[in-house]
């Protein structure tokens, strides 16, 4: 098992950055703070595999959960519904 920043529970936020390059983290997320479901396992990384690159080495990939009320302040259906999304280590903060 790799040495992981992030355990289930843990309270994150994304990283509020546009990169030049390819990157696969929505806009919608960027700057909004979710939760750690898990760690579902090590990635090669796409960011640089977009421009060629092999990808290597590997890098950590976090299920993380957001309420729909953090990522869209009129979200309007339950308080309670949720939005699981994949992301690279290297996107997520602490809070």
Excluded: C, N
């Amino acid at each position: 098992m790799p040495d992981l920043a992030f355990s289930a529970g843990d309270r994150v936020i994304v990283r509020d950055e546009t990169p030049s390059h390819h990157h696969r983290t929505p806009w919608y997320i960027k700057a909004r703070r979710g939760r750690v479901i898990e760690f579902i396992g090590m990635y090669l990384d796409s960011e640089t595999r977009a421009h060629g690159g092999s990808g290597l080495p590997e890098l950590p990939m976090y299920r993380v959960e957001f309420d729909q009320t953090e990522l869209w302040p009129d979200y309007a259906e339950s308080p309670d519904d949720k939005l699981w999304i994949d992301l690279y280590e290297h996107w997520l903060e602490p809070v």
